[in-house]
């Protein structure tokens, strides 16, 4: 549930942003932090050593394509643009998979230029209307497992853009503990692993190297069998989001993590804190990528009148304190 002082606070700050019809335009310079990782998006094309146009899993997921033709640069923003798929079915992923296209959209994702644990990061857009039918997202995700994955915002309400979420899901293993213990003692035991690592996440990554085995397989989907994906989150409503370039941020440091809407804190989540009396929150081990995306929703029929319809992003912005 949301600190009621943020939400207080927050739309006391809302109605004076209403009032004067303030649009937020931060500084790069941050007090405090120093700039690691951005783009203004002020050239003409996509900077591709820091970006690529999809997911390190693969581009296509619900029947939703991220393609590198919907990425465009143009004044000083990155334009991701939701389009029907007008190509040939079905297609086989980066994953091997073969799978069926509704829709396209865009996507920029850091992986694999750029990741990073605890900092804080941002960006200014403007995001499509009508919610979940284009599904805008600014996310965090790491590549060795799934999950943790924090959510930045999400737009996620079926017919419009006035309900902002904001999520981490995460890993609980206090209640199966003891038996993942135990089936790491056994792969240490069989010499599949060199030592007894400290964490369950080294475990799996001391069974995925230096050579794959189906015998090391299996211990790790029965370690991930074991794992239970949990997640927590809150949101804001009552406002269409979608006016106006807003900045959407989050400062996430060792014991907690902090949601921000144009520079003011909404939600907080900490290390170990327990949250509807059955989930206690353990922050990720892992650095992460960033991603932006615009999307549809899966097995959505667009009407001719919502495509091509754009997401626009003004910069991202990565600070790590000084």
């Known amino acids: 549930m949301i600190n009621i002082f943020y939400y207080i606070r927050f739309y006391i700050l809302l109605w004076f942003t209403k009032t004067f019809n303030k649009e937020i335009l931060n500084k790069i310079e941050k007090d405090g932090y120093d700039l690691v990782f951005h783009d203004e998006f002020n050239n003409s094309i996509l900077d591709t050593d820091k970006w690529s146009t999809h ?3 693969g581009y296509i997921k619900d029947g939703v394509a991220w393609m590198p033709e919907q990425v465009s640069t143009k004044g000083s923003n990155c334009i991701l643009t939701t389009d029907k798929y007008a190509g040939v079915n079905p297609v086989v992923d980066l994953d091997g998979i073969t799978k069926y296209i509704d829709n396209v959209s865009g ?3 850091s992986y694999p230029a750029y990741k990073k644990k605890c900092g804080y990061f941002e960006i200014r857009a403007k995001i499509p209307p009508k919610g979940i039918k284009y599904w805008p997202a600014f996310w965090l995700l790491p590549s060795e497992s799934w999950p943790p994955e924090i959510d930045i ?3 996620m309400a079926p017919e419009d853009s006035k309900r902002m979420t904001m999520t981490y899901h995460w890993l609980d293993d206090e209640k199966n503990k003891d038996k993942i213990v135990e089936l790491i003692i056994q792969c240490y035991t069989k010499k599949l692993i060199p030592n007894i690592p400290k964490t369950i996440n080294d475990a799996i990554k001391l069974l995925q ?4 085995s189906k ?3 299996d211990y790790i989907d029965a370690i991930i069998k074991l794992r239970i994906h949990k997640m927590c989150g809150s949101g804001l409503s ?3 989001f979608s006016k106006k370039y807003h900045t959407y941020a ?3 440091e060792p014991n907690r993590i902090t949601w921000y809407f144009d520079n003011i804190a909404v939600f907080t989540l900490k290390e ?3 949250v509807n009396f059955d989930k206690k929150i353990k922050l990720p081990e892992y650095s992460m990528y960033v991603i932006i995306n615009s999307g549809a929703c899966p097995g959505y029929k667009f009407k001719d009148n919502e495509i091509p319809m754009d997401m626009f992003v003004d910069y991202c912005r990565v600070y790590a304190e000084s």
């Open 272 to 274: 170990n804190q327990w």
């Open 107 to 109: 996507m920029v994702c």
């Open 250 to 252: 989050i400062n996430w």
């Open 153 to 155: 915002f999400e737009f």
């Open 55 to 57: 997911g390190h899993c």
């Open 209 to 212: 190297q230096p050579l794959w």
């Open 215 to 217: 015998e090391k397989q």
């Open 238 to 240: 009552g406002y269409n």
